[in-house]
């Protein structure tokens, strides 16, 4: 494989030239930090067969999910790597009940929130697995962060992405002025630049749901999955493609263009996706690639969370998609 021109991750941060230096070199020393967390999760994932790594760590977390061993290892190294750049103000985990805090002498300015290892119901089974990250710039001016700092509107994001630990890992990313894709060359141990100003279909022909959950749906969501598998008028009936990680599912939508829904039903009231460390972040990229990105009726970006866990519905994808849903969901709401 010819190496002529290699734009690594470090590389392709310090070139962004549309931020001043100072700037520049905090996001590329953050990122050093997601890097690094992301070649550690990636790296147990791959050894979790030899290592006995796969399954359950015996504790729950507040969601009161049955916590998987890979899941604390991701975030152990998320929480070591993102410290260890003094960048970061505080944090949000999915793993982690409250807002967890930097050492002192060790605080720098933003504000990370991530989901350490999204879709762990799929790892035993070998099936694609990602993290996701949103940084924010913080807003206390003391030492001390506040609930002010984390309870965040998704429009104030400056950077947010997601690693997908699939056939190849990537981390796809977007510092507010497009999406970019950076492929893992593991001969050289860096994230090579493979996807540049990724974007996404007008309209797709994919939905991607979880059907087991449609007795519980409500009306809108009903109608309009039904409209799109219908034949009605000669149309295309949309595929179904559902792999049960966000960062999968979204990822596919991003390149294949098409819907990706987990809406509120009468099990999951408030759906059952978390603003801060999954909707948000992965709005902004969907945004970022023109797509949209919406509760049914608002805009996830426009969104402030109430609490660090908050759900939200989410329906996001190529934009004439989700609009016909907003549509849909007008109709019934
Ligand atoms: P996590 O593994 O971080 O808890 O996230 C799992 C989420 C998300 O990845 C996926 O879209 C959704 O759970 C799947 O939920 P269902 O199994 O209820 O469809
Ligand atoms: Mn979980
Ligand atoms: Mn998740
Ligand atoms: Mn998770």
Not at 110 to 122: A, E, Q, R, Y
Not at 182 to 201: A, P, Q, R, Y
Not at 245 to 252: L, N, W
Request: proline letters at 3%.
């Amino acid at each position: 494989m010819s190496h002529t021109n290699l734009i690594t991750l470090n590389r392709w941060l310090l070139s962004e030239t549309h931020k001043d230096l100072a700037h520049r070199l905090e996001m590329a020393n953050l990122m050093q930090g997601i890097q690094l967390a992301c070649k550690i999760t990636n790296n147990a994932i791959k050894r979790a067969g030899f290592e006995q790594l796969f399954g359950l760590a015996g504790i729950t977390n507040v969601h009161s999910e049955d916590v998987k061993k890979l899941d604390i290892i991701a975030n152990d190294a998320f929480k070591m790597a993102l410290k260890s750049t003094r960048e970061v103000f505080c944090m949000v985990s999915e793993e982690e009940d409250s807002i967890i805090p930097v050492p002192e002498g060790q605080s720098g300015n933003f504000v990370i929130t991530f989901d350490p290892l999204d879709g762990s119901s799929n790892l035993d089974c070998n099936v694609s697995v990602g993290s996701i990250f949103g940084v924010w710039p913080k807003i206390s001016s003391d030492k001390n962060f506040s609930e002010k700092d984390v309870l965040r509107k998704g429009r104030d994001m400056i950077a947010s992405g997601y690693a997908l630990y699939g056939s190849a890992t990537m981390l796809v990313l977007t510092l507010g002025n497009g999406v970019f894709g950076f492929t893992l060359d593991n001969t050289v141990g860096e994230f090579i630049l493979t996807h540049s100003h990724m974007t996404i279909k007008h309209k797709g022909q994919i939905y991607s749901i979880n059907e087991g959950n449609s007795v519980y749906w409500d009306k809108s969501t009903q109608n309009y999955v039904n409209h799109i598998k219908s034949n009605e008028g000669g149309k295309t009936p949309y595929s179904s493609r559902y792999i049960g990680s966000m960062v999968s599912d979204v990822h596919r939508t991003l390149l294949y263009g098409g819907i990706f829904m987990y809406p509120a039903d009468s099990k999951s009231p408030q759906g059952k996706l978390r603003f801060l460390y999954e909707v948000a972040p992965l709005s902004f990229i969907v945004e970022q690639a023109g797509g949209k990105s919406s509760d049914g009726k608002t805009a996830c970006l426009d969104l402030v969370p109430k609490n660090i866990h908050q759900r939200n519905p989410v329906f996001m994808g190529s934009s004439h998609d989700v609009s016909l849903l907003e549509k849909f969901h007008a109709e019934h709401t």
